[in-house]
Nanobody, 123 residues
Framework: QVQLVESGGGSVQAGGSLRLSCAASGSIFSINAMGWYRQAPGKQRELAAAITSGGSTNYADSVKGRFTISRDNAKNTVYLQMNSLKPEDTAVYYC?????????????????WGQGTQVTVSS
């Protein structure tokens, strides 16, 4: 079993910063791409940022220049540094990871999701 645990969410004023962390644990062989999705009230879940095992990144236009995604492969952890936060960034943020894991004598692949962490940005 593989689990993704997020931390770092909270409430902040507009213009402030937050740093989200997501740590993967369990019978992990390797982690390929990792990312952060977000879902605002009444809106569909969207990809905010993603990073491959090789370090290539991809950002939603709405967060480009303000958010930075990074990862520490030794710790199986992905981070999202969020600067210059805006009220429209308010959402539940979900960690996502493409994981290859041990299953008996075999390796399996599955995309895991974190439980979500609330980010609230006030005016």
């Amino acid at each position: 079993q593989v689990q993704l645990v997020e931390s770092g969410g909270g409430s902040v004023q507009a213009g402030g910063s937050l740093r989200l962390s997501c740590a993967a644990s369990g019978s992990i062989f390797s982690i390929n791409a990792m990312g952060w999705y977000r879902q605002a009230p009444g809106k569909q879940r969207e990809l905010a940022a993603a990073i491959t095992s090789g370090g290539s990144t991809n950002y939603a236009d709405s967060v480009k220049g303000r958010f930075t995604i990074s990862r520490d492969n030794a710790k199986n952890t992905v981070y999202l540094q969020m600067n210059s936060l805006k009220p429209e960034d308010t959402a539940v943020y979900y960690c996502n990871a493409d994981v290859t894991y041990y299953s008996g004598t075999h390796l399996r692949q599955y995309i895991y999701w974190g439980q979500g962490t609330q980010v609230t940005v006030s005016s």
